[in-house]
């Protein structure tokens, strides 16, 4: 059975980055398409990045081009999201998800199997 946990999270003033982790655990990381996404208080949760099983194909949210890059380690089993010049409205919950297909899309409805979220505070 397949398990994610998100770590890296935590306060961080505006401009500043984080790199936060997806570490997997139950099945072998390279076969999984996995996607990142953020809800923040009040909204829905949204889609931010995608990577393929080898990272060669990754995808964003327009929200996410910018500033938002993801990769991942299979040999350490872990995604990552790296995060730069962060802002008041990055504050949220974000989770990593398996995806059900390998389409690249950000539809929660394609993901299945989530971790339990990691929280970013931005604020000065």
């Known amino acids: 059975e397949v398990a994610l946990v998100e770590s890296g999270g935590g306060l961080v003033q505006p401009g500043g980055s984080l790199r936060l982790s997806c570490e997997v655990s139950?099945?072998?990381?390279?076969?999984?398409?996995i996607g990142w996404f953020r809800k923040a208080p009040g909204k829905e949760r949204e889609g931010v990045a995608y990577?393929?099983?080898?990272?060669?194909?990754?995808t964003y949210a327009d929200s996410a081009k910018e500033r938002f890059t993801v990769s991942r380690d299979n040999a350490q089993n872990t995604v990552y999201l790296l995060i730069d010049s962060l802002k008041p409205d990055d504050t949220a919950i974000y989770y990593c998800?398996?995806?059900?297909?390998?389409?690249?899309?950000?539809?929660?409805?394609?993901?299945?199997?989530w971790g339990p979220g990691t929280q970013v505070t931005v604020s000065s």
């Open positions: 998800a398996t995806a059900r297909l390998c389409t690249g899309s950000l539809s929660v409805d394609l993901y299945v199997d």
């Open positions: 990577i393929s099983p080898r990272g060669k194909i990754t």
């Open positions: 139950g099945y072998t990381a390279s076969a999984l398409c």
